[in-house]
T-cell receptor, first 117, second 108 residues
Framework: EAGVAQSPRYKIIEKRQSVAFWCNPISGHATLYWYQQILGQGPKLLIQFQNNGVVDDSQLPKDRFSAERLKGVDSTLKIQPAKLEDSAVYLC???????????????FGSGTRLTVV | DAKTTQPTSMDCAEGRAANLPCNHSTISGNEYVYWYRQIHSQGPQYIIHGLKNNETNEMASLIITEDRKSSTLILPHATLRDTAVYYCIVKAGTALIFGKGTTLSVSS
């Protein structure tokens, strides 16, 4: 089974620039998540998709962050304009549910390390 | 989701069992306990999960107390490659909420 693919692996941008991250989940996984992990902290959920619909985006800073999952497969997370405090690893994960029960765990990608200078 | 409490760090000798505790005293009856680990520069990796009964898989064992207020993840024979941050998560909703986890250091 292929894993969750993310690109790019690393990105360095200047503050106020824009950046986009891409994620391709495991085939057949209907649920997709974006997490932000700041150095020394646990991952923080930004947004959750079920197919191409948003389930939870309560922690997404909507003034600068946006995400979409057209066609319910791969997803893009965008930051515009970036701030210094956005420096973090952005992780994508996918999962499948059987009814209301999570079947196993999430599968995470390796993440994109963003540095804003 | 219920809050969890884990020690900040633990040490373990290679080849010995690593027992990682987690307190979740406010857990509800329908909330599962999940364990993930994160090795440096990688995404979190699923280890095991359970509701009431003890669980075992090829990676680890999960012991949940009868009152479900705490649990222990057991790595039976720790290796250097088990050095990682281990997260205990109690989940009822549809998304995992991570805390700071326990940094396990395995040394030879």
């Amino acid at each position: 089974e292929a894993g969750v693919a993310q690109s790019p692996r690393y990105k360095i941008i200047e503050k106020r620039q824009s950046v986009a991250f891409w994620c391709n989940p495991i085939s057949g996984h209907a649920t997709l998540y974006w997490y932000q992990q700041i150095l020394g902290q646990g991952p923080k959920l930004l947004i959750q998709f079920q197919n191409n619909g948003v389930v939870d985006d309560s922690q997404l800073p909507k003034d600068r962050f946006s995400a979409e999952r057209l066609k319910g497969v791969d997803s893009t997370l965008k930051i515009q304009p970036a701030k210094l405090e956005d420096s973090a690893v952005y992780l994508c994960a996918s999962s499948s549910y059987v009814g209301q029960t999570l079947a196993g765990g999430y599968t995470f990608g390796s993440g994109t390390r963003l540095t804003v200078v | 989701d219920a809050k969890t409490t884990q020690p900040t760090s633990m040490d373990c000798a290679e080849g010995r069992a690593a027992n990682l505790p987690c307190n979740h005293s406010t857990i509800s009856g329908n909330e599962y306990v999940y364990w993930y680990r994160q090795i440096h520069s990688q995404g979190p990796q699923y280890i095991i999960h359970g509701l009431k009964n003890n669980e075992t898989n090829e990676m680890a064992s999960l012991i949940i107390t009868e009152d479900r207020k705490s649990s222990t993840l057991i790595l039976p024979h720790a290796t250097l490659r088990d050095t990682a941050v281990y997260y205990c998560i109690v989940k009822a909703g549809t998304a995992l909420i991570f805390g700071k986890g326990t940094t396990l250091s395995v040394s030879s």
